[in-house]
């Protein structure tokens, strides 16, 4: 049982972990088994459990370095490891590492000893050298180790101390107001049916009229082109993909007046046969496909030697995304990665000429579908064993499971993390910020397996030393989504980092009282509620709860217990407003409560606030209701007009609140 007990410890799964209520919560053994056996791993084999205990635990000491090494600042070293016998009989030798063209050289004994190991009676030592700072540029580099006679190839990691910044360093008293909005949502004044980047570009320069910074959008993922049903942003075929229904078709450079004929008159057959405002996914894409299709058939036909070219190079420059396509090789559909990157772009560059701070900011979901791109191009990485989700707490009582696979801790790390790096990186481009989904995932995530659940562990230290060096590389700030069961280990380092973290007031109540707006840590994107929770006219009415009781989620009673909860919370809030000089009471309309927290809101501490355009368009339905699959048209519902009428009507307002943070704007 001790090999056994090992194997579960260095392969990651978690014996134990806090719960939401700061219970202390034992997994159980015949559970933690099944969570091995989804790796891989025949717990009967004790023979083998052995073997990779020693692959895992020891082998590693008998090797001069890893595969990978981390070199952090602000206090960069490098670590070796010999033998006792060889460190005693080369304590004259030289250390040499070559890097970049970059040298530096040390004499063995001059290490200092950091850690040891005995294996078979023999004791091997961990030797630190201390690095220069700034002596590499943040980046991931070949390197070479030499000690007398032995030496090592391996990939250096020059990580800084935190993630790149833009103008909300820690010391900086940038403010900020943006929006946040899902892309689909967008009632489209150019496209069919759904918002695409036409929409986008006319929402950014409304936007940055208003001195609004950025705009937070839903996750553009590529979902299945051949499978309408499956459109929830969250469960993408490829996170490193743009979904081609984005495309602007007029926007596109094969775009001539037969193809703009034929979109104008699936404009009108949409119009003619949606229901507003739920999105008909099916529609739309019998509708805008073949428009997609008759670009690239123009471009076939009519497209210049030079610009072929320039698809060439995108296809060159974006391989390893462009490898998660269901068929890598088809062109049609890197063409339609080509004008969708391209347009992305363009309305990044669109936001900063017009003098946003950030401009657009890219969600990463946290998991993938199986079955799609991104799944079969990386198959070996995930277990079919074992599916992603969330242990119990505030917001979903009997927990999660969201039924996309697990990614192997182990796996990723004998890969060299390519995968991970590659993911982010293609997120980070064409955006001044990332927000991370469930950004626990990077040291934990909720295994389930056989309808439970355990938490897995993963690498931590270089997963966040990644993200680092990409977002300066990038010159991407990053946003951590920690909502939920999170370490304080993770919170701690997030903050260590400078990586922002995401606050949803609604959840800022404890002990009977909603947390002072000046009192919320600064470095933090601050929203009223998000995609997963009822906007603020449906929280406020408490037609959220009348909802749930309607689709089965909640029993009679419960509800009666959640609306006596959300009076208490109704009240608390009023009494919080009115301490921050706000003129509003419990007979107030849900538009003028939501108006008062929000300058509230404005006077508070957190650099990022976030205005939800559903809330500036009073909706009242949620876009999505965790728990529901079918009950519910997740992910459909649509605003009531476009997004550029709804900020010329909320002009006073958002000018009013932008002046408060930052500066001024013209009425």
Excluded at 364 to 371: H, N, Q
Excluded at 645 to 655: E, K
Aim: charged share 20%.
């Amino acid at each position: 049982m001790q090999t056994l007990a090992q194997s579960l410890y260095l392969m990651g799964v978690g014996d134990s972990y806090v719960d939401y209520q700061g219970q202390q919560q034992q997994f159980d053994q015949a559970l933690r088994v099944k969570v091995l056996e989804a790796m891989g791993v025949d717990v009967d084999n004790l023979d083998a459990l052995a073997a990779l205990n020693y692959q895992l635990d020891a082998a590693p000491w008998q090797q001069l370095c890893d595969d990978i090494m981390v070199i952090s600042e602000p206090s960069p070293r490098l670590v070796i490891r010999l033998s006792e016998a060889q460190f005693q009989r080369q304590q004259s030798a030289s250390l040499h590492l070559e890097v970049n063209a970059q040298h530096a050289n040390w004499c063995i004994s001059q290490g200092q000893v950091t850690g040891d190991y005995v294996i078979d009676g023999c004791r091997y030592v961990a030797l630190s050298y201390e690095l220069g700072q700034g002596w590499l540029a943040p980046g991931f580099y070949a390197a070479r180790i030499s000690v007398a006679e032995h030496s090592a190839e391996l990939e250096l990691w020059w990580a800084p101390q935190h993630v790149y910044q833009g103008a909300y360093g820690q010391q900086a008293a940038v403010k900020s107001v943006g929006l946040s909005c899902g892309l689909y949502t967008l009632v489209s004044e150019h496209g069919v049916g759904m918002g695409d980047f036409a929409d986008l570009k006319a929402l950014l320069r409304e936007a940055a009229a208003l001195s609004i910074d950025y705009v937070l959008l839903n996750p553009l993922h590529l979902l299945d082109c051949n499978d309408a049903s499956r459109h929830s942003p969250y469960s993408p075929s490829s996170r490193m993909l743009i979904h081609p229904l984005y495309i602007a078709v007029q926007d596109s450079p094969e775009c001539d007046a037969a193809i703009l004929a034929q979109l104008n008159e699936a404009k009108r057959h949409y119009s003619s046969v949606a229901s507003a405002p739920w999105l008909d996914y099916e529609q739309v894409y019998a509708l805008k496909l073949p428009l997609l299709r008759a670009l690239f058939q123009r471009f076939c036909t009519t497209a210049s030697a030079e610009r072929k070219a320039e698809l060439a190079q995108f296809k060159e420059q974006h391989r390893v995304a462009l490898d998660t396509l269901d068929e890598p090789d088809d062109e049609q559909a890197c063409y339609w990665q080509w004008q969708a990157w391209q347009q992305r772009q363009e309305c990044q560059n669109i936001a900063q000429e017009a003098g946003m701070r950030l401009g657009l900011i890219n969600d990463l979901a946290v998991g993938v579908s199986d079955g799609g791109g991104e799944f079969n191009r990386y198959r070996a990485l995930f277990t079919p064993h074992a599916c992603i989700g969330a242990p119990p707490d505030d917001f979903a009582p009997q927990g999660q499971n969201w039924g996309m696979p697990a990614l192997l801790p182990q796996a990723m790390k004998r890969h060299r993390f390519a995968y991970v790096k590659a993911l982010f990186s293609a997120n980070m481009q064409g955006a001044g910020a990332l927000r991370i989904d469930h950004v626990m995932a990077l040291m934990r995530i909720w295994w389930c397996v056989d309808e439970q659940g355990c938490y897995v562990y993963y690498p931590f230290d270089e997963l966040l030393a990644l993200i680092k060096i990409l977002s300066h590389q990038h010159q991407c700030v990053v946003i951590g989504e920690d909502l939920g069961v999170v370490p304080e280990q993770v919170r701690q380092a997030l903050a260590q980092a400078q990586i922002f973290s995401n606050t949803v007031y609604y959840f800022c109540y404890q002990h009977s009282a909603f947390s002072a707006p000046q009192h919320l840590d600064e470095h933090t994107l601050l929203m009223i509620s998000n995609h997963d929770s009822p906007p603020f006219a449906q929280w406020w009415q408490g037609d959220d709860l009348n909802q749930a009781l309607q689709l089965a989620l909640i029993g009679v009673e419960q509800k009666q217990s959640l609306y006596e909860q959300r009076q208490n919370h109704q009240s608390a809030l009023i009494e919080r407003l009115t301490r921050q000089g706000q003129s509003v009471s419990l007979h107030s309309t849900s538009a003028d409560v939501y108006r008062a927290l929000c300058r509230a809101l404005a006077q508070g501490s957190s650099k990022l606030l976030t205005l939800q355009l559903d809330d500036l368009d009073g909706q009242h339905a949620p876009v999505n209701i965790p728990g529901t699959h079918r009950e519910y048209p997740n992910w459909r519902r649509q605003l009531s007009q476009s997004a550029v009428a709804i900020l010329q009507q909320q002009q006073q307002f958002i000018c009013e609140l932008t002046r408060s943070r930052h500066g001024t704007c013209d009425d």
